[in-house]
T-cell receptor
Framework: NAGVMQNPRHLVRRRGQEARLRCSPM?????VYWYRQLPEEGLKFMVY????????ESGMPKERFSAEFPKEGPSILRIQQVVRGDSAAYFC?????????FGSGTRLTVV | SQQGEEDPQALSIQEGENATMNCSYK?????LQWYRQNSGRGLVHLIL?????REKHSGRLRVTLDTSKKSSSLLITASRAADTASYFC?????????????FGKGTKLSVIP
């Protein structure tokens, strides 16, 4: 069981570019959560998805951010027209019967 | 805000000493969890304590929960240099949206060899 896989581990984007972060949940998990961690801060909830459904996106910024979890393939967190303030670590977690498992995160740097 | 708060923000101890970190939260919870994060790395789940439990042990870790005070503590006994990391508490509060984990800002622990 490979755990929650996130890629890339590090991503550098120039201001205005798009960032795509991928997350493959643990085998057998059908719930995916995205969290953002700003420097020196704790994690903040962004969005909760099940296959083909967004259950709760109350933590997502209203513009430029979107998330999906298609029937096949990984969950994608997409950030359009990135700005310096988007620089952060983005963590994905999945859950089954025994609670959360977090991935190792994607560290996004906007230059 | 229901965000938990850990204290102290930073803690520096000698190897072999015990380290105690505290966490307070604001709303009724289902569970409280502690995580460790090494610098620049992902989260490692340490221990979960349910709202009807008062104390839990796992190896050198001891967690207590006082729901009347809305607080928890994490004790690491006989600390090692490898325990150097940031430690976060996370709560899932009872009620709508209980799947969300609410994290504190963490305690940065340095264990000096």
């Amino acid at each position: 069981n490979a755990g929650v896989m996130q890629n890339p581990r590090h991503l550098v984007r120039r201001r205005g570019q798009e960032a795509r972060l991928r997350c493959s949940p643990m085998k057998g998990h059908s719930h995916v959560y995205w969290y953002r961690q700003l420097p020196e801060e704790g994690l903040k909830f962004m969005v909760y998805l099940q296959k083909e459904n967004i259950i709760d996106e109350s933590g997502m910024p209203k513009e430029r951010f979107s998330a999906e979890f298609p029937k096949e393939g990984p969950s994608i967190l997409r950030i359009q027209q990135v700005v310096r303030g988007d620089s952060a670590a983005y963590f994905c977690a999945s859950s089954g019967n025994y609670g959360y498992t977090f991935g190792s995160g994607t560290r996004l740097t906007v230059v | 805000s229901q965000q938990g708060e850990e204290d102290p923000q930073a803690l520096s101890i000698q190897e072999g000493e015990n380290a105690t970190m505290n966490c307070s939260y604001k709303t009724s919870i289902n569970n409280l969890q502690w995580y460790r994060q090494n610098s620049g790395r992902g989260l490692v789940h340490l221990i979960l304590i349910r709202s009807n439990e008062r104390e839990k042990h796992s190896g050198r870790l001891r967690v207590t929960l006082d729901t009347s005070k809305k607080s928890s503590s994490l004790l690491i006994t006989a600390s090692r240099a490898a325990d150097t990391a940031s430690y976060f508490c996370a709560t899932d509060y009872s009620g709508a949206g209980s799947y969300q984990l609410t994290f504190g800002k963490g305690t940065k622990l340095s264990v000096i060899p």
